[in-house]
């Protein structure tokens, strides 16, 4: 039973390889072998490749230092991090989510045994990026220290200690997160919110490693003693990875218990949580005044409800709502200095700051590409904008206008912010806020256009429309590729003509392309949304 | 009300609906009838201008589909077979966007919504979000959102799928006092006792053709409307 359970669950994890969405039938041989092949090589490479460096870095000077076992340490807890907060969500989903938990708890199937299922999928996936970081340390560990019988037998038994605490790990905090979105109001909001936070620390950390894994190396002897000192169970931890039978038995047997405690946890609790899909307080409704709004407004607030219902839509099609005005802030702040630099390195050229100014607004607005994947995610209900009193034109328009409204005021923002600092002409500052807005005008038209010229209509998630389609990666690409031309042609002759009268022709020639792409929509894009 | 005339809808090679003519009056509840894949959901999608057919004309109250689609539509309603409704939304906050594409004033629109949610006694979870509803409850709220700018036609496409005995029963009465109003109603069913208790007339549709249609009496005569239907379907 637990096999044929195993062979579901692992099926489920790896449909994408197998199932194409997008054309809707499933992949051929050679097309799954070369999925599983990048799959390798992301893996292996990219990130195994990654924490290799960062062992070699730290291994060396951590064992001539005397504190071996801080390198085990140090490669331990990334494991387990990684480990765990990569699955952390597969184990809310995998777990208490699972689509076919009424179905299998409806079925002559033990409920220890659905768990056990499930349980095997959170500690594989878990492994799976925890391996990434852990078997390339222990490997660079054995070959900088030397690989004697117990380092290896204490380092394998350190990777499966390792295996079990994110397997612990990933439960807890599946098991918060569940807790957590059964009374969670704007869930959706708060999504956003946690992922952003987890970008940011992301990158801090990022930026801030090299100068960690420095300060690591040349203090290792501090800091080692002060660890040993203040957490023994830490240093404890790394002394695995050295071969201390002592501290392999003493985690071993934490571990155990830990994991046996987690799971009388899991099975007491698993039933209340994976059948609570409406345990939420239910909203009862009273009646309130409404303002009645025009067939515009409406489709218009149509629009935005949906963008904001959707957390996978804000973060991937919407972050520039956030990002423009943050620029538009660091403009103000550091803006004058970085422009002035600017201006002095291409001194020759009069107000170039002002065209690169505008090129990277333009740039940082291609990250609102809300209204491409919007058509394609009117999905199966798009019989009701089909079948309403309203110009297909119309519809279409509300999709572009989100989009225009969702960019245009904060990239409006943001170009005050930089024609305030920036130092030129009036005449330049003021086409760096028509310019970005003509901008918008257009790349909200184009959005549109591409959407319901490249429809994906037939998803089964959200996420294929969102990231996947042809009409977002176009606009996106394009974009870069149109304001990197932008900037290019003035740098190469264009400020022959002088920065004002540039600026100017683009300002324009967006515009008009933008009141085109207005036109086609009420019109062949109009009878193409009907059609389809 | 409306009139389909010589309405012929191909998808590739196949032809789903091939010639059909269907005349139905104000007053007439019309029942259709036909197997999977007859054609019947094709028909009710290509008279309210949701799929472009490749020949003939439906005209609602003389005005041409093709022609003035979004005059057309303002005196329609039509709900399919699935009411896959916006999920995003809660049920209030899409009968009202229903409300705004139809212009109806907020007041006369909230004594609907009362009126219609409390018959159909979905008004306590009007504020819940459309997702957490069941299929049941979809159909219901489609319904609603339906009679909500009281049209003058409604098409519907199986609309008693889902629906408990007692929401069932409601339905047919609004029907009745829809038609008895003045109002029209298409739908399709698979239903037939349904179909022979609550239609003036009927059609029945094989393989995209209209085989027979016609009142009540006209259509089954002594039989009953399995036996005809049965019999046709040999045939």
């Known amino acids: 039973m637990l096999k044929v359970l195993l062979k579901k669950q692992l099926a489920e994890v790896f449909k994408g390889y197998f199932y194409d969405a997008k054309k809707n039938r499933m992949r051929s041989k050679g ?62 989903s995998g777990l208490y989510l699972a689509k076919d938990n009424d179905q299998l708890l409806s079925l002559p199937i033990p409920v220890r045994t659905v768990i056990t299922a499930r349980l095997v999928n959170v500690y594989l996936m878990g492994t799976l990026y925890s391996s990434m970081v852990l078997l390339p340390a222990l490997i660079v560990g054995w070959a900088v220290a030397g690989a004697t ?57 990022y930026f801030k490693a090299n100068f960690l894994i420095r300060d690591m190396l040349t203090n290792a002897a501090v800091y080692g003693s002060r660890i040993k000192g203040a957490a023994h169970v830490l240093y404890l931890f790394g002394r695995i990875g050295e071969g201390d039978w002592l501290s392999t038995v003493l985690f071993t047997v934490v571990t155990a218990i830990l994991f046996l405690l987690i799971w009388i946890g899991i099975t007491r609790s698993f039933l209340k949580l994976a059948t609570a899909g409406g345990a939420a307080a239910k909203k009862r409704y ?34 520039g709502v956030l990002i423009i005005p943050i620029c538009g802030v660091l403009l103000l702040i550091k803006g004058g200095e970085m422009l002035s630099a600017l201006n002095d390195v291409f001194a020759a050229m009069p107000d170039a700051a002002a065209v690169l100014l505008c090129t990277g607004l333009c740039m940082i607005a291609s990250m609102n590409n809300m209204a491409a994947p919007s058509v394609s995610l009117e999905g199966k209900s798009l019989w009701i904008p089909q079948s309403l009193p309203v110009e297909p034109g119309t519809v279409l328009r509300a999709k572009g ?132 | 009300m409306l009139n389909i005339e010589h309405l012929s809808k191909s998808f590739g090679e196949k032809k789903a609906v091939d010639d059909l003519s269907l005349h139905i009056l104000p007053g007439e509840i019309f029942g259709f009838i036909g197997h999977n894949g007859a054609g019947k959901s094709t028909t009710l999608r290509c008279a309210v201008g949701i799929l472009q057919f490749d020949a003939g004309s439906v005209l609602i109250n003389g005005t041409s589909l093709a022609e003035d689609p979004v005059k057309c539509k303002r005196e329609l309603a039509y709900i399919p077979d699935n009411p896959d409704l916006y999920d995003f939304m809660s049920g209030i906050k899409y009968l009202n966007f229903i409300g705004d594409i139809f212009a109806i004033p907020a007041g006369v629109r909230q004594e609907r919504i009362r009126k219609y949610a409390g018959i159909f006694e979905l008004t306590e979870d009007l504020a819940q979000p459309i997702s957490a509803y069941s299929h049941g409850m979809k159909q219901k709220l489609a319904l609603i959102s339906a009679w909500l700018h009281e049209p003058k036609l409604i098409l519907m496409d199986e609309p008693f799928v889902g629906l408990d005995p007692k929401a069932s029963h409601l339905l047919k009465e609004m029907m009745r006092e829809h038609c008895d109003a003045g109002g029209a109603i298409f739908f399709s069913t698979h239903v037939l006792e349904v179909a022979e208790k609550l239609c003036d007339k009927v059609a029945i549709i094989k393989q995209g053709k209209l085989v027979k249609a016609g009142t009540m009496e006209e259509v089954k005569g002594d039989d009953s409307l399995e036996e005809v239907f049965l019999e046709l379907e040999e045939e």
Request: aromatic fraction near 12%; include cysteine.
């Open chain 1, 31 to 92: 097309a799954v072998i070369a999925w599983f092949v990048f799959f390798g090589v992301i893996m292996i490479c990219i990130l195994g490749g990654m924490f290799t460096a960062l062992s070699l870095s730290l291994c060396g000077g951590l064992t001539q230092a005397g504190v071996g076992w801080l390198y085990f340490l140090l490669m331990g807890g990334i494991a387990v991090i990684l480990g765990a907060f990569g699955s952390v969500f597969n184990t809310y």
């Open chain 1, 401 to 532: 206008a989100m989009q225009l409204l969702l960019s245009g005021v904060p990239l409006v923002f943001a170009s005050v912010c930089g024609a305030i600092v920036l130092d030129a002409s009036p005449a330049a500052r003021l086409f760096c806020v028509l310019l970005p807005l003509a901008f918008s005008l257009f790349y909200a038209g184009c959005c549109t256009a591409l959407g319901v010229r490249m429809p994906l209509l037939s998803w089964t998630n959200e996420l294929v429309p969102i990231k996947q389609s042809g009409a977002v990666v176009i606009v996106l690409f394009g974009d870069w590729i149109l304001c990197i031309a932008m900037a290019g042609l003035y740098l190469l002759g264009g400020h022959r003509i002088g920065a004002v009268p540039y600026l100017l022709i683009w300002t324009v020639l967006f515009a008009a392309l933008g009141v085109l792409l207005l036109r086609w929509l009420d019109t062949r894009g109009a009878e193409r949304f009907q059609a389809l």
């Open chain 1, 286 to 319: 009273t009646e309130k005044a409404v303002k009645a709004k025009t067939p515009f407004r409406a489709l218009l607030s149509k629009e935005l409800i949906r963008f904001t219902s959707s957390p996978n839509y804000m973060l991937n099609c919407g972050l």
């Open chain 1, 149 to 205: 019988a117990a380092r290896v037998i204490c380092g394998i038994l350190l990777f499966l200690i390792v295996s079990f605490l994110v397997l612990i790990l990933s439960c807890l905090l599946g098991w918060v997160v569940a807790k957590i979105s059964v009374k969670l109001k704007n869930k959706s909001f708060i999504t956003v919110l946690a992922a952003l936070v987890f970008i940011a620390a992301y990158y801090l950390i």
